[in-house]
């Protein structure tokens, strides 16, 4: 589950505009009226230790002051249910490595080293109980746990923080809500409309965003995802459903698209819909066997709405591109590009492709009565 959130973090960071207002949202008020104007830039290099929490995600930012100089801040998300005991140390760890990488000796041999800022965004169920600061992890008296310093963090604890005020722009406010939700029970339809009404229409991130929804919230079902789109964004039910159906087909949630896209169209879904369906069997077409040829997709695309969903149920148990629209009339071949760029042999009982096709990839057929699978194997 790490990777979709890890997905989602640092769609919210990689954008310069985005990163901006992520970071003077949450870092304190005075730090942030010594900032400049310029946009932060993203520097090269990830600083988490997969050894000791492989469940971290983390950016790297430099931030230029008013009075000149350079703030780093290093932006961490923190992804399990429950807070981290290590975090400190890993904090600690990570501003040695950045240290390493970037600090100067001065012309007086001294040993220069930028200001960092770390921010942890944690999204776990539990309250975040861990120190903010090695300090607090030193097992000795006030006195001795002073003498270490304090090397700490800022926590960025988004579960407490009612989600209109996670940010102070529409997207990285819902990029943090779908990640704040993920581990709190609930209904998972009013958040998936508020942040549908909320997210710019078209853009990559709105994409991402929704592709992490769909990985993270099992709960919500084509038909769930129709309902809120045909009510948020009427005139972009098409697009979303479409959008979804790459995503469960990806995963290889093939019944719950058949069975959904049928319930779709039970309940009159409109012409978007058709287009959206015809887009979910193209992508699972591509999937299975390649570059779907220009002349299949338009016949796809030219298939009756209301035939759309037999035609999806046919695809999912097409065995080649030939199969979909096996009706009887003369078609071009598909299969024969499919077999020399994968090697596969046709299963028995199913015409060869033209001699030459096949034994010019180098693979030779299997003996007669033999079965083709058992020869491949």
């Not at 350079?70 to 501003?95: D, I, N």
């Not at 959904?260 to 077409?285: N, P, T, V």
């Amino acid at each position: 589950m790490s990777a979709p959130h890890e997905a989602l973090f640092r769609a919210l960071l990689d954008d310069p505009r985005r990163a901006g207002i992520l970071i003077r949202d949450y870092l304190p008020a005075d730090i942030v009226s010594r900032l400049a104007d310029e946009p932060p830039v993203l520097l090269d290099g990830s600083f988490v230790d997969p050894e000791l929490n492989p469940t971290q995600s983390d950016r790297l930012y430099g931030l230029a002051l008013r009075d000149a100089g350079t703030l780093l801040l290093h932006a961490l998300v923190e992804h399990k249910s429950s807070p981290f005991a290590w975090t400190p140390v890993q904090v600690l760890g990570y501003r040695v490595d950045i240290w390493r990488r970037v600090g100067t000796i001065g012309p007086d041999g001294r040993l220069r080293l930028p200001p960092i800022i770390t921010l942890v965004f944690y999204h776990g169920r539990r309250p975040w109980t861990v120190p903010t600061s090695i300090i607090g992890c030193v097992d000795a008296d006030e006195d001795l746990r002073q003498l270490a310093g304090d090397m700490g963090y800022l926590l960025c604890d988004v579960g407490p923080v009612p989600d209109s005020e996670l940010s102070s722009d529409a997207e990285v406010r819902n990029g943090l809500r779908a990640l704040k939700h993920v581990s709190r029970p609930g209904d998972p339809e009013p958040l998936l409309a508020a942040v549908l009404a909320e997210l710019r229409e078209g853009t990559v991130f709105e994409e991402q965003v929704i592709r992490y929804m769909i990985r993270a919230f099992p709960a919500i079902t084509v038909e769930l995802l129709t309902r809120v789109a045909r009510r948020v964004r009427p005139d972009r039910e098409g697009n979303l459903i479409s959008l979804a159906a790459k995503e469960w087909l990806s995963q290889g949630r093939t019944e719950g698209i058949a069975e959904g896209l049928a319930k779709g169209r039970e309940e009159g879904l409109h012409q978007g819909m058709a287009r959206g369906k015809a887009d979910a069997i193209l992508f699972y077409l591509e999937s299975q066997f390649g570059t779907v040829p220009p002349d299949l997709q338009a016949r796809v695309r030219r298939t009756a709405p209301e035939a759309m969903d037999a035609l999806f149920r046919k695809a999912l148990a097409v065995t080649s591109l030939d199969g979909l629209f096996d009706d009887g009339r003369p078609r071009r071949s598909y299969r024969g590009t499919l077999m020399r760029r994968s090697g596969l042999r046709p299963l028995a009982g199913r015409p060869a492709p033209p001699q030459g096709e096949e034994q010019s990839a180098g693979h030779q057929a299997p003996e007669s009565g033999a079965d083709p699978e058992e020869a491949d194997a």
